[in-house]
């Protein structure tokens, strides 16, 4: 489980590892359907925002980060996301493994 810190009532702290990346691939394949719009969405995204500058939250694909966090993000009005770079290609790697599995109706498309 990711590490996140409350700071105040209003402000979450999170910090992401390498292996929680690899906790987000593996929950992924194990349930493609259930996230294939964020691991479309991931890996159709993510280098637009050279990689490490991907936000979960920018096209609704939140659902798989959420699932490694104890506590709900959106419960509070700011969070703040540290993690390696690491982090962000091992998750980009995985999601580019699983991307030829998902539905062609859940990928964005992101020229289209």
Same mark, same amino acid.
């Given at each position: ?22 906790? +987000?691939?593996q ?7 259930? =996230? @294939?719009? /964020?691991? *479309?969405?991931?890996? #159709?995204? +993510? ?5 490490t500058?991907?936000?979960? =939250? @920018?096209? /609704?694909? *939140?659902?798989?980060? #959420? ?14 996301? /540290? ?12 999601m ?6 998902v ?10």
């Amino acid at each position: 489980m990711a590490n996140a810190q409350i700071v105040d009532e209003n402000t979450l702290k999170i910090t992401l590892v390498v292996d929680d990346a690899v906790t +987000m691939v593996q929950e992924a394949a194990s349930h493609l359907e259930k =996230y @294939a719009h /964020d691991i *479309a969405t991931i890996y #159709e995204k +993510m280098p637009e925002f050279d990689y490490t500058f991907f936000c979960f =939250y @920018a096209y /609704d694909s *939140a659902q798989l980060f #959420e699932n490694i966090l104890p506590v709900d993000p959106k419960q509070y009005n700011s969070f703040s996301l /540290d993690a390696p770079d690491a982090f962000f290609y091992t998750l980009y790697g995985g999601m580019a493994a699983l991307y030829e599995k998902v539905p062609v109706t859940s990928r964005i498309m992101s020229n289209g």
